[in-house]
């Protein structure tokens, strides 16, 4: 009896060891995340939808990224937006209007703002990764999800970080196709609301090609983007990522 006995509780022991898995990282899957949706290089088409209850705009652009920090995108039509672009060097960014044959520096007080006439500001732009280096973050829940493991994060500022939002959540799957992210203000109050409502394959990955910006409290606007081209880790020439190039694209 008493071998029984220790042969069940070794039994007992050896199963929670197996199954007890380490809860994930947080700092993990959200690193895992932006390295999803940009690896070390991306070259992606884009088309963007700007809805206000009165009009409705749609623009297409291609865009371009390098490394953690550094983004080009320019637009391709309509006719009277093409040629408008924007590089983001680090934390520095420009922007070319080919009407007025200008490049203009913007400060970093700018980078939050509207992008485009759009509910995405210049920092949704390139995916900004002040989210990582310049939050604390803390898994708040675990669900299931149309076959997914579906992680919530909880991201709050670091103390003196240059940032504008009082909190952010996210939630990301397990493939690491970040499907939601909802931006507090400084009176933690939702102000605006990113979701994924289309993920497919995309190169060589599951990729969110299609992105809502909900701007929550204004329920009839919003911003659609939807990828429908995408190349990663690819080979992107270092001239893409200069002011001359910029203001004068190669062919």
């Not at 939630?171 to 009176?187: G, N, P, S």
Request: charged share 25%; hydrophobic share 40%; glycine share 4%.
């Amino acid at each position: 009896m008493r071998l029984t006995l220790s042969i069940g509780v070794i039994a007992a022991c050896t199963l929670v060891q197996v199954f007890a898995a380490p809860a994930p990282d947080a700092d993990a899957i959200l690193k895992h995340s932006y390295d999803n949706y940009r690896a070390s290089s991306s070259e992606t088409t884009v088309a963007m939808t700007v809805h206000r209850p009165d009009w409705e705009r749609h623009l297409e652009m291609k865009a371009w990224t390098r490394g953690e920090d550094d983004a080009l995108v320019r637009f391709i039509a309509p006719a009277k937006d093409a040629g408008n672009a924007t590089l983001k060097l680090d934390r520095d960014t420009w922007v070319f209007n080919p009407k007025l044959n200008q490049v203009i520096k913007l400060p970093a007080s700018m980078m939050t703002q509207s992008w485009m006439g759009s509910d995405f500001s210049y920092n949704d732009l390139a995916k900004s990764e002040d989210i990582i280096t310049e939050y604390t973050h803390k898994l708040t829940a675990t669900e299931q999800s149309l076959g997914h493991t579906v992680w919530t994060i909880e991201a709050t500022p670091k103390p003196g970080a240059p940032v504008v939002w009082g909190k952010v959540t996210l939630k990301i799957r397990d493939d690491y196709v970040m499907i939601e992210e909802t931006f507090f203000d400084q009176d933690m109050k939702p102000a605006r609301r990113m979701q994924a409502d289309k993920i497919a394959t995309l190169g060589d990955r599951p990729y969110p090609v299609t992105m809502t910006m909900h701007p929550l409290d204004s329920p009839s606007q919003w911003t659609r983007i939807d990828t429908s081209e995408g190349r990663f880790n690819v080979n992107v020439p270092d001239y893409l990522f200069t002011l001359s190039n910029l203001q004068n694209p190669r062919q």
